[in-house]
Every structure is written in structure tokens, then in C-alpha cells.
């Protein structure tokens, strides 16, 4: 939530109060927004603002003359010059809204902002005024600062909570896909293929897990002890370089023969339920690779270039 600095003109002389509001303006933090209060609808000064700060402030109207009074929002517009990566970094609670409009912030977090958001027919600038209305008000994992947290916490995190996740509900969704497909593949025949994206993805996922739990975890907790690692990381740095691409590739595959995950008419409840799990399945996995992506293997490859 921006910090609101209240101006109030309707006493002051009319000469020079653009000037005295250009002013307020100069000083106006990137953080903070002007509330300016007016007897009259000030659309003059949002010309002239236009012309002087060429997109640099943003205006909404609050009132509008209901009661003879008219207020409106002046603030900085945001500027957009960081990856989607950066944006979840900065921003905890942007996860969440990179979730409601589908923008992938985990496998391609490297793509530009503005380019991701472009891509799914939005306007970079708005979501990312929605993301800093969300302000503080993310909840759960999606409000943890990790990119602070140690290496071994973050570790320890992925393997108590994800890596558990997947063991926990991969063997029922695989047995509730075959099941579904089995029954309904005659009248459905691309649940043939959502078997067999799931199948890759399960082996894909336990081979993941094993390895890491095995080898690039506990790599990962003696280098943050010690400041040493067998070949100089070499064996580390090559995993780190996979950031879990085929996962990602099978995960928007699956959404794609879901249609986004919308059971088609007259599904029974098996149908249902299978969607529904394939999907929670999905957003675990999402915030799984965000954190290993985008901040615990750039931070391990950080300290491996020092």
C-alpha cells in the first residue's frame, strides 16, 4: 500500500497553485501517492502534467464532483525494466498474482516483465500496480522472504514440504489418471496423452528428487559450511544449469490437454477430482522450482563465481 500525502488546494489563489502543486510533486517518493483535493474537476493540470512528466505519474479519479469535491490519485507509474524472476524476488506476493493470470514465474523467470505479461494480453504496468496493492496481504509460502533464508533452510524446505508433496500424491494421481483414461478414453481420446505427459513427468520428478536428496543437497549444506566443494563444483554447476526444463515443458503440456483444467461436460466425479489434483499438483510444483530456480541456484552459482 502506497503512503498517501494529502493536498488540499481549494483555499489556495489560484495563481500558482499548478506551480505549488509541481512542487509536492518533485518531491513525491516513488512510494507514496498525492491525494489531491480540488473544488473542481482539475483535468487541466493532468494535461499539463503530461506535458512536463511525459508518462511519469499515473491519475485515477477517487470522486468525481459528487459532493462538490473532487480528489484524485497522482503517483509514480512503475517502471518495468526487471525479468519475471526479479519481480517475484522483489515482490513475495506477486507469486500469487503470477498464479491468477497463468504467467509462468518459476521454469521461464528469466523473461522480461513486461514480455510475460504481454504474452498472456495483459498490460505490464497494471499488474504490476496490482502486485503492489497486494502489498503485505500474500499469505502462506507465498509471503516468505526464502531469498533470505540460509542455503541449508531452504534445502531443508524443499525436501520437507515439496519433495514430500510429490511422494505423498503422485501415486494417486497416477492411478486416478489411468483409471479416468481407461474408462473414458473412447469418448475422450486425449486422456491417452495426458497419461502418458503425467507418466514422463513422475519419472522425471522421482529422478529429480533422488538426486537431489542424495548428491546436490547435501553439496549444496558442506559448501555453505565449509566454502568447499569437490572439483571445484563442477558436478554442482552442471545441474544447476538443467533448472528443471522438461518439468516445466510437461507441465504446460498436461494444462494444455486439461484445458486449463476444465473437465468437459458431464464428467463424473472421478473426471473431476483427477483435474483437480493435476492442477494443485501443478501449483506445488510451480513454488517447488521458483525456489530452486530462481533463488536457491542462483544464489549457489553467485557464490561459486566469487
Known amino acids: 500500500m502506497r503512503k498517501r500525502v494529502l493536498l488540499d ?22 512510494g507514496e501517492e498525492l491525494i489531491l483535493v480540488n473544488d473542481h474537476d482539475p483535468k487541466p493540470l493532468y494535461y499539463q502534467m503530461q506535458h512536463i512528466y511525459p508518462e511519469v505519474f499515473g491519475w485515477t479519479y477517487l470522486e468525481q464532483g459528487e459532493t462538490g469535491v473532487w480528489k484524485v490519485s497522482i503517483f509514480h507509474k512503475p ?19 503470477f498464479k ?44 516468505l522472504r526464502f531469498q533470505d ?24 494421481i497416477s492411478q486416478l489418471v489411468d483409471k479416468v483414461t481407461k474408462v473414458h478414453y473412447t469418448t475422450h481420446p486425449f486422456l491417452m496423452n495426458i497419461n502418458q505427459a503425467f507418466f514422463r513427468l513422475s519419472e522425471e520428478l522421482m529422478s529429480h528428487l533422488e538426486k537431489e536428496e542424495e ?17 571445484n563444483g563442477a558436478a554442482l554447476k552442471e545441474v544447476l544449469e538443467h533448472e528443471h526444463l522438461e518439468a516445466g515443458k510437461l507441465l504446460e503440456e498436461i494444462r494444455a490437454l486439461c484445458d486449463n483444467y476444465q473437465p468437459p461436460v458431464g464428467a463424473c466425479a472421478s473426471f473431476e477430482l483427477t483435474y483437480k489434483l493435476l492442477e494443485e499438483f501443478e501449483e506445488d510444483l510451480h513454488q517447488h522450482i521458483h525456489l530452486e530456480n ?13
Open 9 to 30: 488546494v481549494r483555499t489556495l489563489p489560484p495563481q500558482g497553485k499548478h506551480l505549488h502543486i509541481f512542487e509536492q510533486l518533485e518531491n513525491l517518493d516513488s
Open 79 to 97: 517502471k518495468i525494466s526487471k525479468t519475471v524472476r526479479e519481480v517475484a524476488l522483489q515482490y513475495p506476493q506477486a507469486v500469487g498474482i
Open 100 to 143: 491468477k493470470y497463468r504467467i509462468d514465474y518459476c521454469c521461464k523467470g528469466n523473461l522480461a516483465f513486461t514480455e510475460a505479461c504481454a504474452a498472456k494480453g495483459l498490460d505490464g504496468e497494471k499488474v504490476l500496480e496490482e502486485i503492489l496493492l497486494e502489498g503485505g496481504q500474500g499469505n502462506g509460502a507465498y509471503a
Open 149 to 172: 533464508w540460509k542455503l541449508a533452510g531452504l534445502c531443508d524446505f524443499i525436501e520437507n514440504n515439496h519433495h514430500s508433496y510429490v511422494r505423498k500424491n503422485i501415486n494417486q
Open 215 to 231: 548428491e546436490d543437497f547435501p553439496l549444496i549444506k558442506e559448501y555453505e559450511k565449509t566454502g568447499i566443494l569437490p572439483d
Open 294 to 306: 530462481n533463488i536457491l541456484f542462483p544464489r549457489v552459482k553467485e557464490s561459486l563465481l566469487v
